[in-house]
T-cell receptor
Framework: DARVTQTPRHKVTEMGQEVTMRCQPILGHNTVFWYRQTMMQGLELLAYFRNRAPLDDSGMPKDRFSAEMPDATLATLKIQPSEPRDSAVYFC??????????FGSGTQLSVL | DQQVKQNSPSLSVQEGRISILNCDYTNSMFDYFLWYKKYPAEGPTFLISISSIKDKNEDGRFTVFLNKSAKHLSLHIVPSQPGDSAVYFCAASFSGGYQKVTFGTGTKLQVIP
């Protein structure tokens, strides 16, 4: 079965360190989303790509977060410097010109 | 600004009974609505969707109802099974532009055997 692959599954880091999360979307999908799951906001949209072009990153703290798609098989989300309030589960999802998204298993981030 | 709201963080239902999960939205431009189910330590998975041109969509035990005038949709699960215990997310998008999908905060459903 085709699936969205996220690495790492778990990340524990210290405040101030750089964190990089990676996502391999399903082959043939042209949209990629980054979401963050929090108790208060649910699934919060951070960034969105279509055909590798960034379309919306209004949900990201611009001073510390960045999202890129260097090629069709890789999407990255970076946090630099990381802060304790960034602790959450980060999900990547991909789709093919539809709202039906396929999610990865997420990266559980803990910033101490 | 929470455009998609799920006001019940949790719900408990007896096995075999109906589960009703509710969702409200504020943006009248939304024209496509979805429900996702999420188990612990997994990503959400698509469950069912409905276009704004319909008021009901059914798939097996799952039915979604849409009331556009009230900006409200609901997911009915009949009969509920213990395997349905999960967090359910309501989501919405609009076709005027790109498919930006906005999610609610989720409702944790527990089906008691």
């Amino acid at each position: 079965d085709a699936r969205v692959t996220q690495t790492p599954r778990h990340k524990v880091t210290e405040m101030g360190q750089e964190v990089t999360m990676r996502c391999q979307p399903i082959l043939g999908h042209n949209t990629v989303f980054w979401y963050r799951q929090t108790m208060m906001q649910g699934l919060e949209l951070l960034a969105y790509f279509r055909n590798r072009a960034p379309l919306d990153d209004s949900g990201m703290p611009k001073d510390r977060f960045s999202a890129e798609m260097p090629d069709a098989t890789l999407a990255t989300l970076k946090i630099q410097p990381s802060e304790p309030r960034d602790s959450a589960v980060y999900f990547c999802a991909s789709g093919r010109d539809t709202e039906k998204l396929f999610f990865g298993s997420g990266t559980q981030l803990s910033v101490l | 600004d929470q455009q998609v709201k799920q006001n019940s963080p949790s719900l408990s239902v007896q096995e075999g009974r109906i589960s009703i999960l509710n969702c409200d939205y504020t943006n009248s431009m939304f024209d496509y609505f979805l429900w996702y189910k999420k188990y612990p330590a997994e990503g959400p998975t698509f469950l069912i969707s409905i276009s704004s041109i319909k008021d009901k969509n059914e798939d097996g035990r799952f039915t979604v109802f849409l009331n556009k005038s009230a900006k409200h949709l609901s997911l009915h699960i009949v009969p509920s099974q213990p395997g349905d215990s999960a967090v359910y997310f309501c989501a919405a998008s609009f076709s005027g532009g790109y498919q930006k999908v906005t999610f609610g905060t989720g409702t944790k459903l527990q089906v008691i055997p």
